[in-house]
């Protein structure tokens, strides 16, 4: 059965870093584009960075420079670091895997385009 699980989420100040995990299960994540997307209350889930099976990755503006992905193929993981943390990140935050078709691309990585999800694990950021 496809799986993954996002953990590392929590409570952090102003100016803080988070790490994110992405474990996956019942398949190999190398071979997919993996993207992370959030979702704040009452606002539509949008995406924070996809990267492609070749490890290109594209990054939406808002956290260019701040945040990174990065793929632990040992262990079938893939963590986003977040630095420079401002409240409006705070949001659920989820990963994704692209659906079968065109799976090693990112493409606009739009959340429809991406078939199977995490659970979210939840960002807050106040002081």
């Known amino acids: 059965q496809v799986q993954l699980v996002e953990s590392g989420g929590g409570l952090v100040q102003p100016g803080g870093s988070l790490r994110l995990s992405c474990a996956a299960s019942?398949?190999?994540?190398?071979?997919?584009?993996i993207g992370w997307f959030r979702q704040a209350p009452g606002k539509e889930r949008e995406g924070v960075l996809c990267s492609t099976s070749d490890g290109s990755t594209s990054y939406a503006d808002s956290v260019k420079g701040r945040f990174t992905i990065y793929r632990y193929n040992a262990k079938n993981t893939v963590y986003l670091q977040m630095n420079s943390l401002k409240p409006e990140d705070t949001a659920v935050y989820y990963c994704a895997r692209k659906s079968a078709r065109g799976r090693n691309f990112c493409g606009s990585w739009t959340p429809i385009d991406f078939g199977s999800w995490g659970q979210g694990t939840q960002v807050t950021v106040s002081s």
């Open positions: 019942g398949f190999t994540l190398e071979y997919y584009a």
